[in-house]
Structures are given as structure tokens and as C-alpha cells.
Nanobody, 122 residues
Framework: QVQLVESGGGLVQPGGSLRLSCAASGSIFRIPTMGWYRQAPGKQRAFVATLTSGGSTNYADSVKGRFTISRVNANNTVYLQMNSLKPEDTAVYYC????????????????WGQGTLVTVSS
């Protein structure tokens, strides 16, 4: 079994910064792509950013230039540095791994964390 656990959410004022972390645990061989999604109140879950193990990034237009995704492959951890936060960034942020290859060759698909709440408000 594998799981993703997020941390780092909280309350921040507009213009402030937060750093989210997501650690994968279990018998993991590799995780090709890790990413972040968010779900604002009353809205569907939406893409924020992804990062491959090779270093390729992709960002939603709404966060480009403000958010930075990074990862440490050795310990299967992904981060989301969020700067210049706006009230519209308020959401539950979810860590995602589209697929995880376990030790022994088993593949796990669409693995999600439990989410961490980010509230941007004065």
C-alpha cells in the first residue's frame, strides 16, 4: 500500500506565502509525475501544477509566476511554494500521483492525499 500525506496549509493574508509539502510512503520504486490540485468551496477540483521525475513542470495559468513546484526524488516528496497569495487561492489542496510503481512491479493508479486547507484572508 502507498499513500500521500500533505502538510503546510493554514491561514495567510493576501500577498503572503505558504509552502505545502507532500510525502509519499510505502514500498515505492518510482513516481513518474507528482502534482497538486485544489478544490475551492462549491467548485470542482482543478489542476494546479505537476512535475515529472525528469524535471518537466506544468502550471495552471492562474498560478504561473506565483507558485513553484519542486520535488526530492530520493524521498518521494513534492513541494508547492505559493507566493503572492490571493483570496481566490483559498481551497483544499490535494497532492496527486498519477501512478506509482511499487517495489516488485505493482502499479498504483490515481493516488491522492487527504488534502490540506489553505485560506487566504485578511
Amino acid at each position: 500500500q502507498v499513500q500521500l500525506v500533505e502538510s503546510g496549509g493554514g491561514l495567510v493574508q493576501p500577498g503572503g506565502s505558504l509552502r505545502l509539502s507532500c510525502a509519499a510512503s510505502g514500498s515505492i520504486f518510482r513516481i513518474p509525475t507528482m502534482g497538486w490540485y485544489r478544490q475551492a468551496p462549491g467548485k470542482q477540483r482543478a489542476f494546479v501544477a505537476t512535475l515529472t521525475s525528469g524535471g518537466s513542470t506544468n502550471y495552471a495559468d492562474s498560478v504561473k509566476g506565483r507558485f513553484t513546484i519542486s520535488r526530492v526524488n530520493a524521498n518521494n516528496t513534492v513541494y508547492l511554494q505559493m507566493n503572492s497569495l490571493k483570496p481566490e487561492d483559498t481551497a483544499v489542496y490535494y497532492c496527486n500521483a498519477d501512478q506509482i510503481q511499487g517495489i516488485g512491479g505493482r502499479w498504483y493508479r490515481a493516488v491522492w492525499g487527504q488534502g490540506t486547507l489553505v485560506t487566504v484572508s485578511s
